[in-house]
């Protein structure tokens, strides 16, 4: 490591191995790829859906309309169970996010082998046409997410404004963030869906009669969840601050330039900060001071911690499932 003109060089040895997706390559020779449509295979504004500020904002306030209305109609209605279609939307992304992040990660894991760790979170060509792919199936994916707030509804389960405020502000985040085209937005990704692919086993939980059991497992998921948005910010600040000293600080030191908008990348990081924030009150309310509950009430505030866990974490089960 040494100062070249103020730029930070790093002199790397990378082991030499293969670092070919063998389970990308593997299924395109099953799969059909000629059959994706181009608009999917790559993101372009106006073209892929759901890629104009205009569908965009209809989506997020239908959402939201939605949301709103559903839980007034069941204001004075009783629950639906839904117990097995819940579970099976559950399982379904769960297993999509398991497969997501595996690909995902073997392609940035193919691409660091080649590029060395600077220029996997900010050279262009660390941006490949599979990581861009995969960003764009996780990126329509929110969308589908936005199901597990109108079960909440329907099962009449606590509803929180984390849990409104996490689904709405995700998609319009992922969204500027296909538009900035920064090549670090692949964390933000790779981690959120190893969150997610985790709730499979959280899944399993949910046929245990141990509440503890399961009580313990959100804890733990919402420590994980804390972690993810610190290693984010993490990433993003490395690439704003090269950003930054590249184009208006050269003689601090940095690495080089890194491929994104700034403004778009300040307007993500401020998202997750808010995120982090959040998580970190509601383990603080839920896990450290723990309020007193009179006996009598022992059981309705049971149902009431279990629901808001499940809501604020944006858990794929919820406990009483």
Request: aromatic letters at 12%; charged letters at 10%.
């Amino acid at each position: 490591m040494y100062l070249k003109h103020g730029i930070l060089c790093v002199t790397t040895i990378i082991p030499k191995f293969s670092t070919m997706p063998y389970l990308a390559d593997s299924l395109v020779a099953y799969i059909p790829v000629d059959s994706v449509l181009p608009s999917l295979q790559s993101y372009v504004q106006g073209e892929t859906p759901l890629s104009t500020w205009p569908a965009v904002m209809s989506m997020t306030v239908t959402y939201l309309l939605v949301v709103l209305g559903t839980r007034e109609i069941m204001k004075d209605r009783a629950p639906f169970e839904l117990t097995t279609l819940f579970r099976a939307h559950n399982l379904f992304l769960s297993v999509f996010s398991l497969i997501l992040v595996v690909l995902l990660g073997e392609e940035v894991f193919s691409t660091w082998m080649k590029l060395g760790s600077y220029r996997v979170l900010c050279a262009e060509e660390a941006f490949t046409p599979r990581i861009e792919f995969y960003l764009v199936m996780a990126y329509l994916s929110r969308y589908y997410e936005f199901v597990d707030t109108i079960f909440l509804v329907l099962r009449k389960k606590p509803l929180t404004f984390l849990h409104v405020y996490h689904h709405s502000a995700t998609v319009v985040m992922a969204f500027t963030q296909l538009n900035g085209r920064a090549t670090a937005c692949w964390v933000p990704a790779l981690l959120n869906l190893g969150v997610h692919a985790i709730i499979v086993l959280r899944f399993l939980t949910v046929f245990t009669p141990i509440i503890h059991m399961r009580y313990q497992w959100k804890q733990h998921l919402t420590t994980l969840q804390i972690v993810q948005f610190i290693l984010i910010l993490a990433a993003a600040a490395f690439a704003a601050w090269n950003i930054v000293a590249y184009n208006w600080l050269p003689m601090v030191p940095h690495y080089g330039n890194c491929a994104g908008d700034l403004p778009i990348g300040l307007t993500g990081i401020a998202v997750i900060a808010s995120y982090l924030l959040l998580f970190v009150n509601f383990f603080n309310q839920t896990y450290i001071k723990k309020p007193q509950v009179k006996t009598s009430h022992s059981t309705s505030a049971r149902t009431k911690i279990d629901g808001v866990s499940s809501g604020s974490l944006l858990l794929r089960v919820n406990s009483t499932a």
